[in-house]
């Protein structure tokens, strides 16, 4: 497969509207609380490494622009930390970690047969264009899975203010439409390039095949299970959520959602995503040279998952995955150490790799048996 590096960047809506729902309740974990000095070891993790780190946050001496730090391991959350004026009742923006909340939403699509498998033409879903659609083969020959691994085949990027990202999220309909339209440039399968666009597109797909909007099957099949009962999302006037870059959560239901797919999909007594899904996200579908600010760990992309590399001082045999966003958004899943690390923020672009950084220098020698 040949590779283009594209922006992870997700700008922000110019005309957003949100949905809010009741207050979050905390109740599934086991905390120490945020500004509390936790022990020496929890969970197997030596915390005073880490606890340097993140006295060197909150002294603005490092990683300026980390809004929270959360680490849970064993089903146990053992640091929560906050920086600034942010806070644990903060609905912060996910950016791209919204991919992989709507990667799960279309595998949940798929096993409750609301879509028939991830080899569906694109232009299947749309059939009022679909004659129009599929008068470039290329086009037509587009599967659902060619998004969800960012193999599109289209001339979509995020690079510069006039590109078509900045384009599609000035408007305040037609997002389906004006990505569809793009131009084939590849075949689909063939060629990476980050399409955000496709992404977005995916709410129309959920809306056409089950008749809700993305927020609302999230709400009844993720979050609701899931005990997350507050989440913002952007929107268009359409109504349809901007499924690319626009969730908000707080950083404690990232971390429910981290554990999520830790669990192989599983919560308590029922298989929210079939572990299927879980593993088909995380398979190294495409391989290429670490991009830039990515402190030269990311390695591969699965299913709108990012694929990290193992940890240098354990088994080594072990990925690490990432759902990961614009300006320092992360929720880490770490099988080998049984952990999830959750990191906010708003750093500057060039410096929106720091997380992954302290993950493998600060964090990952901490962890013990």
Avoid at 132 to 140: G, H, N, S, Y
Avoid at 185 to 190: A, E, F, K, S, W
Wanted: glycine share 12%; proline share 5%; net charge negative.
């Amino acid at each position: 497969m040949r590779t283009a590096s594209g922006s992870a960047a997700v700008v922000l809506l110019g005309a957003v509207s949100f949905a809010c729902g009741e207050e979050t309740q905390l109740t599934d974990l086991d905390r120490s609380g945020p500004g509390t000095v936790p022990p020496d070891t929890a969970q197997g993790i030596d915390l005073s490494g880490i606890r340097s780190l993140v006295g060197r946050i909150h002294q603005g001496s490092a990683y300026p622009g980390v809004h929270s730090l959360l680490i849970q391991r064993n089903g146990v959350l053992v640091l929560e930390e906050y920086f600034g004026t942010s806070s644990r009742e903060e609905l912060h923006t996910l950016q791209s970690v919204s991919k992989s909340v709507t990667s799960a939403l279309i595998g949940i699509a798929v096993e409750r047969g609301d879509i028939g498998s991830v080899d569906e033409l694109v232009v299947d879903f749309f059939p009022q264009w679909r004659e129009e659609l599929v008068q470039d083969p290329r086009r037509a020959a587009m599967r659902l899975e060619d998004i969800l691994t960012m193999r599109t085949g289209t001339d979509y990027h995020e690079s510069g203010t006039d590109s078509p990202h900045a384009q599609l999220n000035r408007l305040l309909t037609g997002w389906d439409r004006f990505w569809l339209e793009r131009p084939m440039v590849n075949d689909p399968g063939t060629f990476w390039r980050y399409d955000s666009g496709g992404v977005v597109t995916l709410s129309s797909i959920l809306k056409e095949r089950t008749g809700m909007h993305a927020d609302a099957y999230a709400d009844e099949f993720l979050f609701g299970p899931l005990g997350i009962s507050e989440s913002h999302w952007s929107r268009n006037a359409e109504g349809h959520p901007h499924t690319g870059g626009g969730l908000f959560l707080t950083a404690s239901d990232m971390v429910k959602f981290g554990q999520l797919f830790l669990q192989g999909g599983r919560w308590g007594d029922q298989q929210l995503i079939p572990e299927a899904w879980v593993d088909a996200s995380f398979l190294r579908r495409e391989t290429f040279s670490p991009p830039r600010g990515s402190a030269g760990k990311t390695q591969a992309y699965g299913y709108l998952w990012w694929v990290l590399a193992p940890d240098p001082l354990g088994a080594g045999s072990l990925d690490i995955y990432a759902a990961a966003g614009y300006r320092a958004q992360y929720i880490f899943v770490i099988p080998e150490h049984d952990m999830v690390v959750v990191v906010t923020g708003w750093m500057e672009p060039a410096e929106q790799g720091g997380p992954i950084g302290f993950l493998y220098t600060d964090i990952l020698p901490a962890v013990g048996s």
